[in-house]
């Protein structure tokens, strides 16, 4: 397993923040038993800087407890997957989590939550400080990096919601693209 090394000072900073790569770049892993996983991603389309955002909450069973999707507007793909990392924590609090890791595919976005001194690109600096905000308000959030191939589930609701063809009902009655990525996530990954 790979981790980012945080100064000490800054560690004590974050301490109720922790960070590794998933130890299966290309397969998502779940959580700890009883114990949620919200993936998110973002879809953005640079010509008419549209994007379709999504979080997909699931448990250690890899079951679908809950989920997320919009089509928004952001200036830049940074700024799109911070608005999907947002719209995660947003659906946390509505499932009343107070301890949950949060994945997501941008490694700027989950250093920059880790290290409370770092900077982002200007068109996510905004966002990135209220995400800050609203993740001090749970007791606990693991933030994770996660390969695209990792995050299947969260990148194709984005990418439906983008093109404006994502059921309202997507959760409880998910289209069978998604049905197939929950399964195999759900089957863990190779030996």
């Known amino acids: 397993m790979e981790f980012l090394q945080i100064p ?6 974050c301490h109720s923040k922790t960070f590794s790569r998933t130890s299966h770049d290309t397969h998502w892993t779940a959580p700890k038993v009883s114990h949620l ?3 998110t991603d973002a879809t953005w389309d640079s010509s008419t800087n549209s994007c379709g955002i999504a979080a997909v909450v699931r448990d250690s069973n890899g079951l679908l407890v809950g989920g997320s999707s919009r089509f928004d507007m952001a200036s830049s793909p940074l700024a799109a997957e911070a608005l999907a990392i947002q719209l995660g924590l947003t659906l946390a609090s509505s499932l009343s989590l107070s301890s949950f890791q949060l994945e997501s595919d941008s490694l ?4 920059a939550f880790l290290n409370p001194l ?5 068109s996510a ?3 990135v400080s209220r995400i800050r905000s609203q993740a001090a308000l749970f007791h606990r959030v693991n933030w994770h990096w996660a ?3 990792a995050n299947r589930a969260a990148d194709l609701v984005a990418a439906l ?3 404006r063809v994502c059921i309202d009902d997507w959760t ?5 693209s998604l049905m197939r990525i929950l399964l195999f996530d759900a089957a863990g990954p190779p030996p």
Not at 108 to 111: G, H, M, Q
Not at 172 to 176: E, M, R, W, Y
């Open 8 to 13: 000490q000072h800054l560690h004590n900073a």
């Open 37 to 39: 996983k919200v993936n």
């Open 108 to 111: 700027v976005l989950i250093s």
């Open 118 to 122: 770092s900077t982002v690109d200007w």
């Open 125 to 127: 600096s905004q966002l």
């Open 147 to 149: 390969s695209r191939r």
């Open 161 to 163: 919601a983008l093109h």
């Open 172 to 176: 409880s009655n998910p289209p069978p």
